[in-house]
């Protein structure tokens, strides 16, 4: 990867948005419409269950990750081929690995996450996850695996990866996703830019939806915001998605004599698989606006640690956290408002008073204590420097 051009890119795109929209009025109607979400959680998920039910899809509430899992399994059965789409609470559930465990053919449909699995790559980055390996190690890696003589010329790269997949979206009778938001009046709203998660939600004849709860907002114009604000802070920042799809229901057909039929020519069952574990609880803390993330990716474009690691900073991993610069670009970019900053800097004081804390936090806080400075009894040139 190139990170002079990625920066370069990302900062491009990022004027040519500021020059066509008012982000900041963007920001601060995503900031309410999630901030109400979160607010108002059980009652938003009683309605959205009611009336998802009601518009033909079958819900099942996973109180915990683990119960969601099991009911994924339940519902693939005795298939063994499935066509998957990006998905962050995909990812939390740890679904490739539980497909490996029991022999599912489970195919990344996205080209990013495609190229990723290729090289057995777990990326941090929700958009670009294949944002690390040039189109020559691509291209060599598919090359290997599959035993092609395919170019590094990223228009080959793709077709090839196009072909290759269609027949999988063709025979898969099982297709599974996540969603951008759900509505409380009933509906999925997914964004796209590759038409991979149109196909994995049509084709097979079932399709199975997990969503966290925190996905939910009150009406289906709120869940548009919410991926109009994915679109214009994304990676691929400027336009607009080149897909978006709102669900109401399974596939069907009222054609024949008024009769409605579910499966015309999209998929004939859709299962919703709402999952709390933690979130309910954490909603309830004064780390709730975590819960306002989009997943747009936003915040780790010009992350310094990110670019250099590629390694995300985690707010509530002991160590994770600590990698933090401190720079306030997240907080500065981040399209529903959240403070990563100031969250951050909250979990660092818990850490610490938690005993938590990286071991050096504590040799300086010993060494202001006892010397007025981080660095101890200074004798001579200082060797070691700690940060914030």
Request: aromatic content about 8%.
């Given at each position: 990867?190139?990170?002079?051009?990625?920066?370069?890119?990302?900062?491009?795109?990022?004027?040519a948005?500021?020059?066509?929209?008012?982000?900041?009025?963007?920001?601060?109607?995503?900031?309410?419409?999630?901030?109400?979400?979160?607010?108002?959680?059980?009652?938003?998920?009683?309605?959205?269950?009611?009336?998802?039910?009601?518009?033909?899809?079958t819900?099942?509430?996973?109180?915990?990750?683990?119960?969601?899992?099991?009911?994924?399994?339940?519902?693939?059965?005795?298939?063994?081929?499935?066509?998957?789409?990006k998905?962050?609470?995909?990812?939390?559930?740890?679904?490739?690995?539980?497909?490996?465990?029991?022999?599912?053919?489970?195919?990344?449909?996205?080209?990013?996450?495609?190229?990723?699995?290729?090289?057995?790559?777990?990326?941090?980055?929700?958009?670009?996850?294949?944002?690390?390996?040039s189109?020559?190690?691509?291209?060599?890696?598919?090359?290997?695996?599959?035993?092609?003589?395919?170019?590094?010329?990223?228009?080959?790269?793709?077709?090839?990866?196009?072909?290759?997949?269609?027949?999988?979206?063709?025979?898969?009778?099982?297709?599974?996703?996540?969603?951008?938001?759900?509505?409380?009046?009933?509906?999925?709203?997914?964004?796209?830019?590759?038409?991979?998660?149109?196909?994995?939600?049509?084709?097979?004849?079932?399709?199975?939806i997990?969503?966290?709860?925190e996905?939910?907002?009150?009406?289906?114009?709120?869940?548009?915001?919410?991926?109009?604000c994915?679109?214009?802070?994304?990676?691929?920042?400027?336009?607009?998605?080149?897909?978006?799809?709102?669900?109401?229901?399974?596939?069907?057909?009222?054609?024949?004599?008024?009769?409605?039929?579910?499966?015309?020519?999209g998929a004939?069952?859709?299962?919703?698989?709402?999952?709390?574990?933690?979130?309910?609880?954490?909603?309830?803390?004064?780390?709730?606006?975590?819960?306002?993330?989009?997943n747009?990716?936003?915040?780790?474009?010009l992350?310094?640690?990110?670019?250099?690691?590629?390694?995300?900073?985690?707010?509530?991993?002991?160590?994770?956290?600590?990698?933090?610069?401190?720079?306030?670009?997240?907080?500065?970019?981040?399209?529903?408002?959240?403070?990563?900053?100031?969250?951050?800097?909250?979990?660092?004081?818990?850490?610490?008073?938690?005993?938590?804390?990286?071991?050096?936090?504590?040799?300086?806080?010993?060494?202001?204590?006892?010397?007025?400075?981080?660095?101890?009894k200074?004798?001579?040139?200082?060797?070691?420097?700690?940060?914030?």
């Amino acid at each position: 990867m190139n990170l002079d051009n990625v920066i370069k890119q990302t900062i491009e795109k990022r004027l040519a948005v500021a020059q066509k929209y008012d982000l900041e009025a963007l920001r601060e109607r995503l900031f309410k419409i999630k901030k109400t979400s979160i607010q108002n959680l059980t009652e938003l998920r009683q309605k959205a269950v009611a009336n998802l039910v009601r518009n033909g899809f079958t819900v099942f509430e996973a109180k915990d990750n683990e119960a969601a899992i099991q009911h994924v399994v339940q519902l693939v059965g005795q298939e063994k081929l499935i066509v998957k789409a990006k998905s962050n609470m995909l990812k939390e559930l740890e679904i490739n690995e539980l497909a490996t465990k029991k022999g599912w053919m489970m195919y990344e449909t996205d080209t990013g996450d495609f190229i990723a699995s290729l090289f057995h790559f777990h990326s941090d980055h929700p958009i670009s996850p294949a944002m690390s390996f040039s189109k020559k190690e691509i291209a060599q890696k598919i090359n290997e695996q599959y035993q092609t003589k395919l170019s590094d010329d990223p228009h080959e790269i793709v077709d090839w990866i196009r072909n290759f997949l269609r027949e999988k979206f063709f025979r898969a009778r099982i297709g599974i996703c996540g969603a951008n938001a759900i509505s409380a009046e009933g509906q999925i709203i997914l964004v796209e830019n590759e038409g991979n998660l149109s196909l994995v939600t049509r084709l097979p004849q079932k399709t199975i939806i997990v969503a966290g709860i925190e996905k939910i907002v009150p009406h289906v114009e709120d869940g548009l915001q919410v991926i109009n604000c994915a679109s214009l802070f994304s990676s691929t920042a400027g336009k607009w998605a080149g897909y978006v799809s709102v669900i109401g229901s399974p596939s069907k057909t009222a054609d024949i004599e008024r009769e409605v039929i579910f499966g015309a020519q999209g998929a004939r069952e859709v299962h919703v698989i709402l999952v709390d574990d933690w979130r309910s609880e954490f909603a309830k803390t004064e780390f709730a606006p975590m819960l306002y993330c989009i997943n747009c990716g936003a915040c780790l474009d010009l992350c310094p640690v990110f670019l250099t690691s590629m390694e995300a900073v985690k707010v509530l991993d002991e160590k994770k956290n600590a990698n933090c610069a401190t720079c306030k670009y997240c907080t500065q970019i981040c399209p529903a408002k959240i403070d990563w900053y100031k969250l951050t800097k909250m979990a660092r004081e818990k850490f610490q008073s938690e005993g938590k804390a990286p071991p050096k936090t504590y040799e300086m806080l010993k060494n202001i204590r006892e010397h007025g400075n981080p660095f101890g009894k200074v004798t001579g040139e200082i060797k070691e420097l700690y940060c914030c």
